[in-house]
């Protein structure tokens, strides 16, 4: 078994800074996954090449998830907002590819965006607001993103490990105020500017993309969300938890009052049936442009 590993979707920082420190374990093996031609997949390999990290891409076909994926990546990681769960049936893939690598040790980026401000909802909320939000986000990452990473990780009996969590690093980013946080057009500034002298201009500026977008894969997922209610209701799993929408459309719909989407917030929501038809059908106008972009494979004679 390989002792190292570093899931590469969202670790820029973490690989770059250790091969420039010499401090990359022997095994290290940057994982990314994600649709050809995705973002994720052309930064992931330019980054690695350039680090001569051995690197192992996760090739997923849009078109090769179906609603059993679905299924399992809801029953491995028992969460409750849909993006999460949109999240998770990529981490899935990722994790299932990783322990077929026999890596049993990951690090991941997850917790960057809750720290330093890396989400658009930071940037619509008010300025006093803003610390309030960012302390609500830390609370709830047990059962959001750090639930989606620990699931199905460990489901797959893989370690993932979350270095921007590390309870010091978390004690700076409570310290650093939040306009560094957010500045010059950039979320994660503050992190951009401390490495400033250490990272690839084209991973510097490289504006957050979550990580569903960037793998190219959301609007595949996006066409089974009407059926969400079903399956998490097949699971069992409304005994624990009603299924809800994010708390990103809750402040979204509140207009980004912070006080009255909290209050929203605790009587959990599902997506109305008129959402779910929009949703479903900007998903598949997203479906079917992309086979109508699809080049036609011609045989010579």
């Not at 028992?78 to 299932?96: C, H, K, P, W």
């Not at 077929?100 to 008010?126: P, Q």
Request: proline residues 4%.
């Amino acid at each position: 078994m390989r002792e190292g590993g570093c899931y590469a979707v969202d670790a820029g920082v973490e690989v770059w800074l250790g091969a420039v420190d010499g401090r990359l374990p022997r095994y290290c093996v940057a994982f990314t996954v994600g649709a050809e031609g995705s973002e994720d997949l052309t930064y992931a390999r330019r980054l690695t090449a350039d680090l001569g990290v051995p690197h192992v891409v996760v090739p997923v076909r849009p078109r090769e998830l179906s609603l059993r994926d679905v299924r399992e990546a809801m029953r491995v990681s028992e969460l409750t907002e849909y993006g999460d769960i949109i999240n998770a049936v990529v981490s899935q893939r990722l994790f299932v590819a990783v322990h077929h690598a026999g890596v049993k040790v990951v690090l991941t980026g997850d917790g960057s965006d809750e720290l330093f401000g890396g989400y658009t909802m930071y940037r619509r909320i008010g300025d006093a607001d803003r610390r309030r939000l960012f302390l609500h986000k830390i609370a709830h990452l047990s059962r959001t993103e750090l639930q989606r990473v620990d699931r199905t990780s460990m489901g797959n009996r893989v370690e993932a490990r979350v270095p921007f969590l590390d309870v010091t690093m978390l004690d700076l980013a409570m310290r650093i105020p939040q306009e560094l946080k957010y500045r010059d057009g950039y979320e994660k500034w503050i992190v951009r500017h401390a490495f400033a002298d250490l990272l690839p201009d084209y991973v510097a500026a490289r504006h957050k993309n979550p990580m569903s977008h960037s793998s190219g894969l959301h609007e595949r997922i996006r066409l089974f969300r009407p059926l969400f209610p079903r399956l998490y209701r097949s699971l069992g799993y409304q005994c624990a938890a009603p299924l809800q929408r994010d708390f990103s459309e809750v402040l979204r719909e509140h207009d980004y009052d912070l006080d009255a989407a909290i209050t929203a917030a605790r009587t959990p929501r599902d997506l109305t049936l008129g959402e779910h038809v929009r949703d479903l059908a900007g998903a598949l106008r997203w479906n079917l442009a992309s086979l109508v972009r699809r080049p036609v494979r011609t045989t010579s004679t």
